[in-house]
């Protein structure tokens, strides 16, 4: 996905850019870069690829001779981050987070209206802030060029572009991704996550609406674009993404998951689902507050029978290579003998997307010893590829566990009942969680439901985006 922080004050701020974004590392893994401005040295710019080394290893080095009281910093899952743009619009850099999945057609269509060319990567692909770059400078401003890029643009699109003396700040349409605004004595600064800039000394001071435009000086910011408060925000900010610092529409990371967990034992224990058990545990890092809620509902122990060991293997460089993420996920977990031998366990885990690493820690916890392995997913039966944020990678639906299930049970028909073998009320409901049971040998397993999400997170149904789950827009 990415993530993006910037800053513009009276004072130096290439570090304040430099933790900012490197705070930003659990939301991407293939590059990371920062671009600053000073009159005498102009822009500077760095990037660099983050797959086998974290951003501030890479960084460490370039921030020592960058200078400037404007900069800014992205971590991208996808393309190198910032660029440099010259158009009629002047010279500008940008960087932009979320997915353009109609970037062919789009330059396609550029290219036909006299766009001469395109940098590209060595994939032959656009990078997608040139690709934004070229559809702003379509109008005659920037407001009406983002605008018009955002209209154009299939997917989820929030940027950010830095001049000489500001940075504009422009999210999403439909509000998918925060913005948040800090300000310190010195200036202000721009976040996706809120927690980024408070070791910083930022205190936040405005949260970006919908499809909202802003421009950042030093002295303050200037709304160019009003926003709307028709928001779809992504559920899965707080089920799995989001720091547990961190606060989205005012709802805090960590809460949301503990909430999250004591709902699902108190519908198990309505159910009578609850199994009996030795411990509840969290898959880590993000099944762990998922857990604890869990745990403290249901009244039976917290155990951590696994250690993810993280001082070489941290998330922030995990590499983009299934087979490897796999070995590298399984590599991680340390067991803890004694919480493991002759138990009976119930696991709580952020999500179950193809099940491969869930089938793997399943087998790594008999291995050393477990009597039985219960899973509860904190969040319902993924049924759908993001379009949106493509959190799961998945390059068709049918590599999605539950799809596969569903489709060889019911062939193309299958797509007529998600909902059913979403409810485990249901006759269907059952059979999808008893053949997961089955590939996965678990013991036990429940989704929570949607409502129970929504309950969890704490603001109106209407402006979540729960697409991955309902396959509603």
Request: glycine share 8%; hydrophobic share 30%; net charge neutral.
């Amino acid at each position: 996905m990415g993530g993006f922080f910037g800053a513009v004050s009276s004072n130096d701020c290439i570090q304040d850019v430099f933790f900012g974004t490197d705070y930003h590392s659990h939301l991407g893994t293939r590059r990371g870069g920062m671009t600053s401005y000073t009159p005498e040295l102009g822009y500077q710019r760095n990037i660099h690829s983050i797959e086998n080394s974290p951003f501030r290893t890479k960084l460490d080095k370039d921030i020592q001779s960058m200078r400037g009281n404007i900069c800014i910093g992205c971590i991208s899952d996808t393309d190198p981050q910032p660029i440099m743009v010259r158009s009629k619009l002047g010279l500008y850099a940008i960087c932009s987070i979320g997915i353009i999945r109609n970037a062919e057609e789009l330059s396609k269509e550029l290219l036909e209206q006299g766009c001469s060319n395109f940098e590209t990567m060595s994939s032959g692909s656009i990078n997608s802030a040139g690709l934004i770059g070229a559809l702003i400078a379509q109008k005659d401003n920037f407001v009406d060029g983002i605008r018009y890029a955002q209209e154009k643009i299939e997917g989820t699109m929030s940027l950010v572009i830095m001049r000489e003396s500001s940075i504009i700040c422009a999210r999403d349409k439909y509000g998918r991704l925060p913005i948040i605004i800090g300000k310190r004595s010195d200036g202000y600064c721009f976040s996706f996550e809120s927690f980024a800039f408070q070791k910083l000394g930022y205190e936040t001071c405005h949260e970006m609406k919908s499809a909202e435009i802003l421009e950042l000086t030093k002295d303050g910011y200037t709304i160019l674009s009003d926003g709307t408060d028709d928001t779809k925000i992504c559920t899965f900010l707080w089920t799995y993404y989001g720091y547990p610092n961190a606060r989205y529409e005012g709802v805090n990371v960590e809460m949301m998951r503990t909430r999250n967990g004591e709902i699902m034992a108190e519908t198990d224990m309505k159910n009578g689902r609850l199994p009996d058990v030795d411990y509840v545990c969290g898959v880590p890092d993000s099944g762990t507050p998922h857990a604890i809620g869990y745990a403290n509902k249901s009244g039976i122990p917290f155990a951590r029978p696994f250690i993810k060991y993280t001082p070489t293997w941290p998330r922030s460089f995990m590499p983009t290579n299934q087979s490897m993420r796999n070995r590298v996920a399984k590599m991680k977990l340390i067991p803890v003998h004694d919480l493991i031998e002759g138990k009976k366990l119930l696991f709580v885990d952020d999500s179950i997307v193809r099940g491969t690493q869930m089938r793997e820690t399943v087998e790594f916890l008999y291995e050393n010893g477990a009597k039985e392995v219960h899973m509860r997913s904190a969040c319902p039966p993924i049924m759908y590829g993001c379009k949106y944020l493509n959190f799961s990678r998945s390059t068709s639906e049918l590599e999605l566990i539950a799809r596969q299930i569903i489709d060889e049970k019911e062939g193309a028909e299958g797509v007529k009942y998600i909902a059913e073998y979403s409810d485990s009320n249901t006759e269907r409901g059952r059979v999808l969680r008893d053949e997961i049971c089955r590939r996965l040998k678990l013991t036990s397993l429940e989704f929570q439901s949607y409502p129970g999400t929504v309950k969890a997170v704490g603001i109106d149904e209407c402006k979540l985006c729960s697409y991955c789950w309902t396959g509603k827009e």
